[in-house]
């Protein structure tokens, strides 16, 4: 069974640190590509970074670049993110998906989430 469990979520004032972490189980984890995605209140669910499992080639959004730093630990199966310099508008439950194509014939899509982590930052 594919599972994908977040941890470390918390508030924070602004400025300050947090490290989530996505532990994953039930399937190779070189496979796939893990993301993390945030969802504020109100606001559509937006990609926030992600590290290919491959290659290790690594995606930031352009609000968190230099501030968030994505990455992963092949022997636990697990990929972090950690958080720095935080802002009230990192505001947001944090997903961690984990997502692969292959391509067949036919194309099938494997993609998986986790429950999520609430990151609450204060000004």
């Known amino acids: 069974e594919v599972e994908l469990v977040e941890s470390g979520g918390g508030s924070v004032q602004a400025g300050g640190s947090l490290r989530l972490s996505c532990a994953a189980s039930?399937?190779?984890?070189?496979?796939?590509?893990i993301a993390w995605f945030r969802q504020a209140p109100g606001k559509e669910r937006e990609a926030v970074s992600s590290i290919s499992g491959s290659d290790g080639r690594r995606y930031y959004a352009d609000s968190v670049k230099g501030r968030f730093t994505i990455s992963s630990d092949k022997a636990k199966s697990t990929v972090y993110l950690q958080m720095n310099n935080l802002k009230p508008e990192d505001t947001a439950v944090y997903y961690c998906?984990?997502?692969?194509?292959?391509?067949?014939?036919?194309?099938?899509?494997?993609?998986?989430w986790g429950r999520g982590t609430q990151v609450t930052v204060s000004s």
């Open positions: 998906n984990a997502e692969r194509f292959d391509y067949g014939p036919p194309l099938e899509v494997y993609d998986y």
């Open positions: 039930g399937f190779t984890f070189d496979d796939y590509a």
